[in-house]
């Protein structure tokens, strides 16, 4: 099961920062993240959101795959191939970018949305979903990010622990057992 954590910052571009230390570490295998997002709400109040998977692409290359396909199959009953392989894959890649663009994976947008609406102006918000992850290899890496916990689906002891490794206080202790 995932672990959701939110996790706030004082200036815009710290989420974005974070996001990218922990794309590194997931390389090293020591996080697996299931979705993340960076919310960042500017001076005038807007929020805006980041996702790290861009689900339109996604849609419109698994679309322009199928529909070459299937049309490929299609052209060779009416003896033309190639013209059911271009006109195929032309619409299954139509469709598969609709299909990615009114899709939602992992995080609920409105949740996000929602509780984006009550950070500061001016600051951002980090989303993730985590699937495992190595808890004193990862919180070591975060020690002291002045960040606070705003919502989490961790064990109150666990969420005490994180806030701790990520203000600074205390050592890093694991924040999520390793699943």
């Known amino acids: 099961m995932s672990d959701l954590i939110v996790v706030g910052f004082d200036t815009p571009d710290e989420a974005d920062k974070v996001l990218v230390k922990l794309a590194g570490l997931k390389k090293e295998y020591l996080i697996d993240l299931e979705d993340a997002v960076v919310v960042v709400r500017d001076e005038a109040g807007k929020v805006h959101l ?16 199928s529909g070459a396909l299937w049309g490929g199959l299609v052209g060779l009953l009416f003896l033309n191939p190639l013209a059911g392989f271009a006109i195929g894959g032309a619409v299954g890649a139509g469709a598969g970018a609709l299909s990615g663009s009114l899709s939602d994976y992992g995080i609920d947008d409105n949740f996000i949305k929602s509780l984006g609406d009550t950070i500061p102006n001016n600051s951002s918000a980090l989303f993730v979903l985590v699937r495992k992850v190595q808890p004193e290899k990862v ?11 705003l919502k989490t689906s961790l064990s109150p002891e666990q969420e005490k622990r994180l806030q701790e490794a990520l203000s600074g206080v205390g050592a890093a202790a694991p924040a999520t057992p390793a699943a």
Request: proline content about 0%; hydrophobic content about 45%; aromatic content about 4%.
């Open 50 to 65: 980041k996702q790290s998977l861009n689900l339109t692409a996604i849609g419109a290359s698994t679309g322009l795959l």
């Open 139 to 149: 919180m070591a890496e975060f020690q002291g990010l002045r960040g606070r916990v």
